[in-house]
């Protein structure tokens, strides 16, 4: 009898244990899970922390008087050779009294202005097109200045800067107020070549821009403060 004692000591054994180790599996099964959704809520409240460092420096930046701020975010990109014009689409339009031509900007400087309204959307030029031109000026030998964008992936042109202008490396040339489109003192790029001629009038400078739109998700829209008169100033201004 002892052999059969011994089988069945043995079975009852294995059996034993393969319930212990189906129910080990089913426990490391759920735990598994739960570490799966733990990481998920992880990484998505990571991201929350991001985006609010992101919005907070947004909301610290103090628009220029007469000018109103409004924070958007970027949806749609059309960036590189395949795109006609380097543009973004934002979530605000004419519904939210988006102007044209406003300028769009980060904490860091200028990335574009309004081209095209919508209803709810707004399409921006990005000063890396090289339909953008912006009136500019050296903040620190104040020398004025025209951003030009070349494309995608190219540095913007600083034209017309006299050959005698101290200018070099580093320098760093902010929106100079002219034409009424940006506000004066608003970054636009660091100047990363300054390469003089014998034969030109103008040195060739090119600079990086401030803001790559490529890694940008939410920016800030200034627009000019509009004064809406009331019905009584309107009628003694219009007799």
Known sequence: MAPGKWLHSRARYFWEHYFYLVG???????LRKEVDRLRLLLAFSEEKVKEAARLEK???????????????RIIGHKLGPGGILETVLIDLGKRDSVQLDCPVITPRGVLGRVFKLGLNFSSVLLITDPNSRIPVIS???RIPAIAIGQGPTKP??????????????GDIFVTSG????????????????????????????????MVQASSQEEVLLICPHIQVQSSESAQKSNP
């Open 24 to 30: 080990v599996r089913e426990e490391n099964e759920s």
């Open 58 to 72: 947004l909301l610290g930046f103090n628009p220029p008087p007469k000018w109103d701020m409004k924070g958007a």
């Open 139 to 141: 903040s620190e030998s």
């Open 156 to 169: 913007l042109s600083i034209a017309y800067v006299p050959q005698n202008a101290p200018l070099k490396q």
């Open 178 to 209: 002219l034409a009424g489109i940006f506000p004066k003192g608003l970054p636009v790029g660091r100047v990363t070549r300054v390469l003089r001629s014998d034969v030109s009038l103008f040195q060739v400078v090119e600079a990086e821009p």
